[in-house]
Antibody
């Protein structure tokens, strides 16, 4: 059964850093573009970043460009998101999701991990 | 950025009813639209992609259609478990989502 499990969320001060992880299982991880999306509590969905199956291409949303870094380790079937220079408006549930390709729809999602940025 | 304007923001209906949710794109996006269902405390679930193709395992009560830059999700024969928030998404360019429609089953 296909599964995505995020971890690493928590409370961090403005300007701080955090690393999120997503463990994948049940499919050939290296064959797929993978994505991070986020959802502020009670708000809508926002695409954050994506990365090609072999890691050779990465793209970021305008609101996180230059502050967040997406990466992957195909040997460990894991996806990561490094969050730096965090701001209050980065507070959200962060989901990893499997994509059908570059900038496409998302057919599998994890349950999410909550990042709270607050002093 | 391509904007997806979703309506209504909320809807209340009874079991057995048929409802429709609409998204209007700010520019032409071919059929690059997906629809998701999100229940409280859960991750979104893909229902429809390419505007009208039902994801495997999704009940046939759900259907998607398009007319120009307007895209519609229709749910027939509503059931209590359909109570959720529904989002449209375009993937013609980098992905953007509609604001969501909260469906309440009376």
């Amino acid at each position: 059964e296909m599964q995505l499990v995020e971890s690493g969320g928590g409370l961090v001060q403005p300007g701080g850093s955090l690393t999120l992880s997503c463990a994948a299982s049940g499919f050939t991880f290296s064959n797929y573009w993978m994505t991070w999306l986020r959802q502020a509590p009670g708000k809508g969905l926002e695409w954050v970043a994506d990365i090609k199956g072999d890691g050779s291409q990465r793209h970021y949303g305008d609101s996180v460009k230059g502050r967040f870094t997406i990466s992957r380790d195909n040997a460990r079937d894991s996806l990561y998101l490094q969050l730096d220079s965090l701001r209050d408006d980065d507070t959200a549930f962060y989901y990893c999701a499997r994509a059908g390709g570059r900038a496409t729809y998302f057919d599998a999602w994890g349950r999410g991990t909550l990042v709270t940025v607050s002093s | 950025a391509i904007r997806m304007t979703q309506s209504p923001s909320s809807i209340s209906a009874s079991t057995g009813d048929r409802i429709s949710i609409t998204c209007r794109a700010s520019q032409g996006i071919d059929s690059y639209v997906a629809w998701y269902q999100q229940k409280p405390g859960q991750a979104p679930k893909l229902l429809v992609y390419s505007a009208s193709i039902l994801q495997s395992g999704v009940p046939s009560r759900f259907s998607g259609s398009e007319s120009g830059t307007e895209f519609t999700l229709t749910i027939s024969r509503l059931q209590s478990e359909d109570s959720a928030t529904y989002y449209c998404q375009q993937y013609y360019s980098y992905p953007t989502f509609g604001q969501g429609t909260r469906l309440e089953i009376k």
